[in-house]
């Protein structure tokens, strides 16, 4: 089975902040990955598909990098609405989510 | 536009299965491949398991394999999930999700969630 890790587990960050999550598969799963957001008490909302593929209706904000094992999750400018925990997953075999980095106001 | 609703919470003893469904609007069951995430409390995401449309057949997460049965009703456009021997550690909240007619391989779409609580 193809794992996942995701780097921060959480942090805190101002509002206009830049932040950066980072998201690793255990084998190369080419661009095969999405990002979703997820709110409590809230069902996940994908964010971004295909690594790097805003999906409509998202803000620019949003943005995603990467190919291969490794794999970058950017909101260029921390709003107070961005308060969630974020997943990336992989569908190059099977379906598997990363644990989660979870994103607060400092 | 794709909706998703799920049936409601269960409360469910240890050894027992539970079956939840999810009720397909907007399109039919036959033009979407429907798969099952969970989450316990506190914890993140779990896929268990999937329509493949490559392959034409469910794929499972091997830590549920021989315990989880998804299957779908197309006259009604349920799709159900099963979890059979139920222990404490299964009590979270199950999703359906899908990524629509498109065939897209990402969960655009979800249900509510359905709490299913393993108690004696």
């Known amino acids: 089975d193809i794992q996942m890790t995701q780097s921060p587990s959480s942090l805190s960050a101002s509002v206009g902040d830049r932040v950066t999550i980072t998201c690793q598969a255990s084998?190369?799963?080419?661009?095969?990955l999405n990002w979703y957001q997820q709110k409590p008490g809230k069902a996940p909302k994908l964010l971004i598909y295909?690594?790097?593929n805003l999906e409509t209706g998202v803000p620019s904000r949003f943005s995603g990098s990467g190919s291969g094992t490794d794999f970058t999750f950017t909101i260029s400018s921390l709003q107070p609405e961005d308060i969630a925990t974020y997943y990336c997953q992989q569908y190059d075999n099977l379906r598997t989510f990363g644990p989660g980095t979870k994103v607060d106001i400092k | 536009q794709v909706q998703l609703v799920q049936s409601g919470a269960e409360v469910k003893k240890p050894g027992a299965s539970v079956k939840v469904s999810c009720k397909v609007s907007?399109?039919?069951?036959?033009?979407?491949?429907m798969h099952w995430v969970r989450q316990a409390p506190g914890k993140g995401l779990e896929w268990m398991g999937g329509?493949?449309?490559?392959?034409?057949?469910?794929i499972y997460a091997q830590k549920f394999q021989g315990r989880v049965t998804m299957t779908e009703d197309t006259s009604t456009d349920t799709a159900y999930m099963e979890l059979s021997s139920l222990r404490s550690e299964d009590t979270a909240v199950y999703y359906c999700a899908t990524g629509g007619p498109s065939g897209s391989y990402s969960f655009d779409y979800w249900g509510q969630g359905t709490l299913v609580t393993v108690s004696s």
């Open positions: 329509f493949d449309p490559e392959d034409g057949e469910t």
């Open positions: 907007g399109y039919t069951l036959t033009e979407l491949s």
């Open positions: 295909d690594a790097s």
């Open positions: 084998q190369d799963i080419s661009n095969y």
